[in-house]
């Protein structure tokens, strides 16, 4: 840090300061709100990176929670236009999603009750969501829509019941409930796991999201070192981390292979099945006695040109013939 202050910073504070120091009022004041008094005056006002060396991990920290948060806003977006195109949900598991919902409705839940920083868990409200639309669309293209209507009732009263209500569920049940959220947030990337492996293939998984997932969870390790004291949430991003690591090895384990094992091959068999089956039995027989009478019809012709050519007389005279007589 001493090297980076005087090597880099001090000569460019002329040139610096006057920008740091006139920042937009909305600006600097997000910036008050997100680092303090004492590190905003050390980083933005001083250009100063040696006397609060602690600011500058601080720093990093909120960097890193708005950049996630910011990549939550789009994180499955890929995968929803992937689900909405294909009309399909191959190698997408329902189970999963379900469970992802519930663990980031509880986490989100416990993070406001505590009075955490927006920046060390933001993402799960905007991911929450895009889990509901998945969810929603993963029943629809599987002709589950009743179960559909379903579970927005669940998630509905689940967040009335977590998040607007202070009577329905305790400080000490919200307690018990992150604990199994850390549970839930592992269990929920095993089905994902399963279906994969047993389809040979990611079907219609987006990569984007899965590496964004990986991405966003080593982050979150860090930003919870830094900005919380809290080890149920710690523990339930390195092992969503670890899974993670798991999802994205398979991506790329199964990046060209086909969505399932013989795949192909049903295809093909069903094709020409359907081909066959769809072609009327009565065409099919006149097809064959067309077949038969053409082949006739050759053969006949053959053995009437090989009967005319022995039957004809020859052209050449024959010995002892009147033609061949002289008169005397």
């Not at 990549?71 to 995968?79: D, F, G, L, T």
């Not at 850390?182 to 796991?193: T, Y």
């Not at 279906?195 to 966003?216: K, P």
Request: aromatic residues 8%; neutral net charge; contains cysteine.
């Amino acid at each position: 840090m001493d090297q980076v202050q005087h090597l880099v910073l001090d000569p460019l504070k002329p040139y610096l300061v006057p920008v740091t120091s006139s920042l937009p009022a909305p600006v600097n004041d997000l910036a008050l709100n997100l680092l303090g008094e004492a590190c905003h005056s050390a980083l933005l006002l001083d250009l100063d990176v040696t006397s609060h060396p602690e600011c500058v991990s601080l720093a990093i920290s909120k960097a890193l929670g708005i950049g996630i948060i910011a990549a939550a806003s789009i994180v499955k977006v890929p995968q929803i236009i992937k689900l909405v195109r294909s009309q399909s949900s191959e190698g997408l598991s329902f189970t999963s999603y379900l469970l992802e919902t519930a663990s980031f409705v509880i986490t989100l839940a416990y993070n406001m009750r505590n009075g955490f920083p927006f920046s060390t868990y933001g993402e799960t409200s905007l991911i929450a969501v895009q889990d509901v639309v998945i969810s929603v669309l993963i029943l629809v293209y599987s002709k589950r829509t009743a179960q559909a209507g379903a579970f927005l009732v669940a998630v509905g009263s689940a967040v009335y019941a977590l998040m607007v209500s202070d009577t329905l569920v305790s400080d000490a049940q919200m307690t018990n409930l992150q604990a199994g959220a850390g549970g839930l947030s592992i269990a929920s990337k095993l089905p994902q796991i399963l279906t994969i492996w047993q389809q040979g293939g990611t079907g219609q998984l987006s990569a984007f999201a899965v590496f964004n997932y990986l991405f966003g969870s080593l982050s979150r390790i860090y930003t919870t070192l830094q900005e919380v004291d809290d080890k149920l949430i710690l523990y339930g991003f390195v092992a969503g981390f670890a899974l993670n690591a798991i999802l994205a090895a398979q991506v790329l384990y199964y990046w060209n292979s086909p969505t399932t094992a013989g795949h192909g091959k049903e295809v093909d068999t069903t094709t020409t099945n359907a081909t066959n089956s769809n072609t009327p039995k009565k065409l099919q027989g006149v097809g064959q006695k067309g077949t038969k009478a053409a082949l006739a019809t050759e053969e006949a012709l053959k053995t009437n040109a090989r009967n005319v050519k022995n039957s004809s007389p020859s052209t050449s005279p024959r010995p002892g013939s009147s033609s061949g007589r002289r008169r005397g």
